[in-house]
């Protein structure tokens, strides 16, 4: 691992002259990044098996959140270049300010959803994610009042309420609303992560969630996920470890939203729309498509789903398609991600319904797969369908 | 003094009185027999008792504790283990794994150890494994630790399960129908074994079954239940020649020439007690 990190920091210095063109560049950042998305999410859903369909809310949370803090900080540090020095507070400074506001935010949308049964915390997580979203888009200051200030008019406790709305409304309004946030003078947001983060804390995180999975903690999600019953008659207190998974799903969410913001062949602004629904069902589909509860499964879907969506970005960029947009100017092309999406996404439900990999990890020893009614050393009472004539067998345990 | 006590314990499922004021005290290290026609409430008791479900009115303790409010994980904690009527294995895991899952209450090293793989995870995972493997022998299922616990017959699903309960080093331990679908061999096995755990491990153990063989032959005290109440308590032999209890089994309280298999079971459930 030690030897992978050198690797990185010297790919730092030397990716851009490897592979001069920006946008390849971009694009494998973007899947290391991806990566952190599928593995944060594939803890929640795959691991512990509850559905969240809201992880872009906790990415925009963590994108938002490193990026205000990253461009603070920048400024404070004196401005100018990030550099490869200065991204070592700057990085580690932000991205845990975009995990504790992530991980906070899961707290507090998990505690209540993850006590009820069935698919509550479905529904919580969608409307999570687009209230962040449209909250953060549609901010604005009134003419005349804030919300605060309204408050205050009507009657509400002053003192206390009415400050705390307004300079809520001030910090949300200055986000940029739908233009998308870009440092406080405009300058744009430090692109302080370059592959040394990116890859490193992909390599990092990805080593953690393969421990999640293979330690008692790992056993007892899968358990849970069985039988909540019988989970919780033998010690596994089911809304604690649901609650505490969506947190740690949520803190990667942020920590992966964050360095998508500091990508250093990004685009230095935040925008809502990086977070919609689509960015939400880009996470599913890539712990679908890897195989639910499979680490390396959902790095694999992580990388995958993001050549894809660069793949249909290029077709859509041809000349055939570009004269078809012309002829029809009604035709929506993100629409035909969404198709080859949905097409992707039936196949693999048809031929492959547990993903690439099913639970499996990619370097892990298969389990006997065979269901072998009878190997070795098994006494032979063999249940009530046998002759009574089976003896009481050697019980170890007769005294 | 971790005796389960039971006051005046009722439940209603909406209309439904599954439990009715049942009152009875289970002495520590005995084994004690819950018995009763198929919907007496019995197993509705043992969803009380470990928190599955709470009663309307009553009390229940386990030694001084009230188990009412705790959630059915924390009653695992205080020491109350028990199985299912219906198989509820983790079919997916191991059977190994499945008693492994039983341990975390008992792990020292909790999530950043395991993250971290410190040498307290390490520690920790070496003497659970040890364990599980120990309670596997016990049950004669260790050849079979590496198979999907869905992959056994039906006798070894229900000692495993007895077995994943033992794991959480329980000092009562309730067991729902442990001889259902046992053949006879099987069920005096399971006898057996009930004993050897009470005196190993020093348990207590509640015991719901219809296999009067095992009942009669191996219960110190049973508790019987018809229609959510109480219907007889005493001793197998009082038990079994009560009016009452022959009554709700067979269905009338007069004594026919034509005896339905429940009253043979019970007969040679008596037979079977007073014989070895």
Known sequence: ?399 | MTELTLKHVTKDFGGLRAVGDVTFTVPERSIFGLIGPNGAGKTTVFNLVTGVYKHDAGSIHFGKTDVRPLAPAKIAEVGIARTFQNIRLFSQLTVLENLLVACELQKRAHLTAALLRTKVHYDDERVMHARAMELLEVFDLAGVADEPSTSLPYGNQRRLEIARAMMLKPKLLLLDEPAAGMNYGEAEGLKAQIRWLRDTFALTVVLVEHNMQVVMGVCEEIHVLDHGETIAHGTPEAVQNDPKVLAAYLGGDDDEADEPPAAQAVASGAGERSGP
């Open chain 1, 1 to 399: 691992m030690a030897g992978a990190l050198v690797l990185f920091t010297v790919l730092d210095f030397t990716l851009d002259r490897i592979l001069p063109d920006s946008s390849i560049r971009q694009l494998l950042l973007l899947a290391a990044c991806n990566v952190l998305v599928a593995l944060s999410l594939n803890v929640i859903n795959g691991m512990a098996g509850q559905f969240s369909i809201g992880h872009a809310g906790f990415l925009g949370l963590g994108g938002y959140t490193s990026a205000v803090v990253s461009s603070h900080l920048h400024e404070a540090l004196g401005g100018g270049d990030p550099t490869f020095a200065r991204s070592f507070i700057v990085v580690p400074v932000a991205l845990l300010a975009s995990a504790l506001i992530a991980g906070a935010f899961g707290y507090l949308v998990g505690l209540p959803s993850l006590r009820l049964k069935g698919d509550y915390l479905a529904i919580v997580t969608l409307g999570f994610a687009e209230i962040v979203r449209l909250l953060i888009a549609t901010a604005q200051l009134g003419e005349k009042q804030t919300v605060g200030e309204a408050f205050a008019q009507v009657g509400g406790p002053k003192g206390v309420v009415g400050p705390f709305f307004h300079a809520l409304s001030v910090a949300i309004t200055s986000l940029g609303g739908q233009n998308g946030y870009a440092g406080p003078k405009n300058m744009g947001v430090p692109l302080y992560a370059g592959p040394f983060w990116i890859f490193g804390l992909a390599l990092v995180l990805g080593i953690l969630a393969y421990r999640l999975k293979f330690s008692g903690w790992g056993r007892a999600l899968r358990a849970l996920r069985e039988d909540e019953i019988a989970a919780a008659a033998v010690g596994v207190d089911p809304t604690r470890y649901k609650v505490r998974s969506f947190v740690i799903a949520a803190v990667g969410a942020g920590i992966a939203g964050g360095l998508m913001a500091m990508n250093r062949d990004g685009t230095p602004t935040v925008q809502p729309d990086n977070y919609n629904f689509a960015a939400s069902f880009d996470a599913i589909t890539m712990v679908i498509l890897g195989g639910s509860g499979s680490v390396t499964g959902a790095a694999i879907g992580g990388v995958l789903i993001t050549f894809t969506i660069k793949a249909i970005e290029a077709i859509q960029s041809t000349s055939v398609i570009q004269s078809l947009k012309r002829s029809a100017s009604w035709l929506d092309l993100n629409a035909l991600r969404m198709i080859i999406y949905a097409g992707v996404l039936i196949a693999l439900m048809i031929w492959r319904p547990e993903g690439l990999l099913g639970e499996r990890e990619l370097f892990q020893k298969k389990r006997s797969p065979k269901p072998s009614p009878k190997p070795r050393g098994t006494p032979p009472s063999e249940g009530g369908d046998t002759p009574p004539d089976a003896p009481p067998d050697a019980q170890a345990g007769t005294p």
